[in-house]
């Protein structure tokens, strides 16, 4: 029997064949295999009475001239399963779905203890911090280290409000100071009827006092592991604290009234810088100059007196994590009590504090200092150019992602007002970015650009600052957590923490990592996580918003009503800033 013409349908799809019924059916099935590209093992022909088998007979079948048979089946390879099973939230236990979701949790307010609320979240903008408290052998001599790590695990692994009981009653027990009864006046029924509740204390207190139990915790190495394993664990190993948030300070006393007085110089180990208020403090920086630069009276061995001496305090040592107390709270004697400083003091998101430092530590910094601004304000412009033709290629719709279609010179005017106008080639027109752009006219990819950023920024590092673990290479700063004072009186009011979202985003993609090798600018965490693409690091650099934890109430809160904290009224003021150093990733 002569071969026939007939056709099958595919995806839509037509096409002309020929059959040849003396031939079996599996001879037919590679015909229509190298048409479709459906393998066999996959293809359902369907003819009449059902399928197509390779014992078919074409005898029964009666193919005819010109008929269509209808062919089932995916081309190409099958798809391979994710390499991970997937999991629905509505099929994950709290654990996951806190890991998942990365959300923070509130606390809840134990009667008067929102101060202690406040400062936990705060603190738990130190990813460093949890991977110090999770080594396997902590030594402390107190409790309290033990208690917050297991406290953090616990919000970390639920999307419920925590009740934090066990660690306030460590906190209280390793600091009386906390447990004080309220016996002011407005509880004077409950104290007369044997009620008694605890009294409202100070948020900075709390966080020094935390801050402080921390000191024996083991420290980090290079690579932002713990050291505090095993026999490594012994005296004379760096602790967390020292190497993360305690800075040096530089003190040098000279005598006003007889200058020919040798100076002297002192050095003293702080945790934290105060922001001194008065009538003329407008700034955070004129606040904290204001307490480096201050006279004092002491006894003078030349004059024989007391005199009056200037006292100049610079940080020769800037750590990764630095603390600014606004000294919101002052003793008046005319009332016999605390007062609150109402005035309005702005505070910056990004600080650079080499204007606090000595001058050969400013002289250590400074080079990486200005480069890294440097490298901001180029990633600033690229992510605008990405961003721009981003725009460009959605507005003009899908023919200019075709280059056999667009011309190449052909320019496409922005959509917004800004009068900008990109290339098909993705080039801003009128700019020069040929840091950005290789030949050919692409984007060089951004994680390219960027090792070699952190490459170039290495080089100018000092090399006392690169062994210095958990110190600022660039004394560069941001702002990543906030407590604030609501009220007007210092021994009541409540207390707010504020902490910056992309805190916990890190956390969630477990990708925070040293910004240059042996800066120690910032600690890896463990885990490693996957590589982040362009558009993850632009998604986290764009995305400024913060997190709001008012006890067990936690909600979002805008970058653009950080300036509401400033101060001037009885609403929430700043009262403890943290700032960390910038890293280049």
């Known amino acids: 029997m002569a071969p026939i013409l007939v056709h099958i349908k595919h995806a839509g799809k037509t096409y002309d064949l020929q059959l040849d019924p003396d031939l079996p059916p599996a001879v ?20 009449k009475g059902g399928v197509l088998k390779d014992d078919s007979s074409w005898k029964k079948i009666g193919p005819k ?14 798809p391979k399963p994710p390499p991970k099973p997937v999991v629905f939230l509505e099929d994950m236990d709290d654990s996951e779905l806190a890991e998942a979701l990365a959300k923070p949790v509130g ?22 911090l949890q991977v110090a408290l999770g080594t396997p052998s902590l030594q402390s001599t107190t ?5 917050l790590r297991d406290l953090y695990n616990n919000m970390s692994h639920t999307t419920d409000s925590i009740t934090p009981l066990q660690f ?20 004077a029924n409950d104290l007369m009827m044997g009620r008694q509740g605890y009294a409202q204390q100070d948020a900075e207190e709390c966080y020094a006092a935390i801050v402080n139990s921390l000191r024996n915790v083991p420290g980090l190495d290079a690579s932002g592991k713990s050291v505090g394993t095993g026999a490594e664990a012994v005296v004379g190993r760096a ?21 020919e007085e040798p100076s002297t110089v002192s050095f003293e180990q702080v945790l934290k810088i105060e922001c001194n208020i008065n009538i003329n403090t407008n700034f955070m920086l004129s606040g904290i100059m204001n307490s480096l630069d201050t006279k004092v009276d002491k006894n003078s061995p030349s004059l024989g007196r007391q005199a009056v001496y200037s006292q100049k305090s610079r940080l020769s040592r800037l750590p990764t994590y630095l603390t600014v ?14 007062a609150k400083i109402m005035r309005k003091v702005k505070f910056p998101q990004e600080f650079d504090a080499l204007d606090l430092a000595t001058d050969e530590l400013r002289a250590k910094l400074l080079p990486a200092n200005r480069k890294l601004k440097e490298i901001e304000k180029e990633r600033g412009e690229r992510r605008k150019v990405r961003k721009r033709t981003k725009q460009a290629a959605a507005t003009a719709g899908p023919t200019l992602s075709s280059s056999s279609s667009v011309p190449p010179t052909i320019d496409v005017e922005m959509a917004d007002t800004t009068g900008v106008v990109v290339n098909a080639e993705g080039a801003t027109v009128g700019e020069d970015k040929s840091k950005e752009i290789v030949p050919g006219g692409e984007f060089e990819d951004e994680r390219v650009t960027r090792k070699k950023e952190v490459a170039e920024l290495a080089q100018l590092i000092d090399v006392d600052v690169k062994s210095d673990v958990g110190c600022s290479a660039t004394g560069l700063y941001e702002l990543v957590a906030i407590v604030t004072h609501k009220g007007a009186a210092a021994d009541a009011g409540h207390y707010i923490g504020f902490v910056k979202k992309s805190v916990f985003d890190a956390y969630k993609n477990n990708k925070r990592s040293s910004a240059i090798p042996g800066s120690s600018s910032g600690a890896s965490t463990e885990g490693g996580g996957t590589e982040q693409t362009t558009a993850d690091l632009d998604g986290l ?6 997190y709001k934890f008012d006890d067990e109430k936690v909600s979002l809160f805008p970058k653009e009503k950080l300036a509401t904290l400033d101060g001037g009224g009885e609403d929430s003021s700043a009262y403890v800033l943290l700032y960390r150093s910038k890293s280049v990733v």
């Open 143 to 147: 409790p309290l280290p033990g208690a």
């Open 28 to 47: 037919f099935k590679d015909t229509v295999y190298n048409a479709t590209g459906v393998p066999t093992d996959r293809m359902k022909v369907m003819v």
């Open 239 to 259: 602790k967390f604290v020292e190497q993360y948030m305690m800075g040096q300070m530089r003190r040098e006393l000279t005598c006003d009234e007889a200058p």
């Open 541 to 546: 650099e764009d995305d400024e918003d913060w």
């Open 168 to 187: 306030l009653q460590v906190l209280r027990q390793v600091n009386p100071q906390f447990a004080e009864m309220d016996r002011s006046e407005k509880r």
């Open 65 to 78: 001239e010109g008929q269509t048979f209808m062919v089932i089946g995916a081309a190409g390879e099958l």
């Open 107 to 128: 606390l809840t307010n134990l009667g008067n203890t929102c101060y202690m609320n406040a400062t936990v979240q705060a603190l738990r903008a130190v990813p460093e």
């Open 325 to 338: 107390h606004m000294a919101r709270f002052a003793w008046r004697a005319d009332i016999g009590k605390k």
